[in-house]
């Protein structure tokens, strides 16, 4: 059975710092586009970041340069490390993959940046 769990949100200073990770089973991990996305209370599930099978990555204009994606196929894991967090960062954050066979979502993992 398809499956991913978020782990690494929680409350942080603005300017701090959080490390998500986003761990797989049940799917073709290494073949699969893997996203970020957030959602704040009132708005639209958005995409934050995202990492192809071959490590190209894109990203969210407000976050490029602050947040980094990045992948290990052998831990079925994908990260998000966000830098210089802003209260505007706050949000839900969902890790997705995205293969031909289907588009696979975690449970999300809430992430807060308040003083």
């Known amino acids: 059975q398809e499956q991913l769990v978020e782990s690494g949100g929680g409350l942080v200073q603005p300017g701090g710092s959080l490390r998500l990770s986003c761990t797989a089973s049940g799917i073709r991990f290494s073949a699969a586009r893997l996203n970020w996305f957030r959602q704040a209370p009132g708005n639209q599930r958005g995409l934050v970041a995202s990492?192809?099978?071959?490590?190209?990555?894109n990203y969210l204009a407000s976050v490029q340069g602050r947040f980094a994606i990045s992948r290990d196929n052998a831990q079925n894991t994908v990260y998000l490390q966000m830098n210089s967090l802003k209260p505007e960062d706050t949000a839900v954050y969902f890790c997705?993959?995205?293969?031909?066979?289907?588009?696979?979502w975690g449970q999300g993992t809430q992430v807060t940046v308040s003083s």
């Open positions: 990492i192809s099978a071959t490590g190209d990555t």
């Open positions: 997705n993959a995205f293969l031909p066979s289907g588009s696979y």
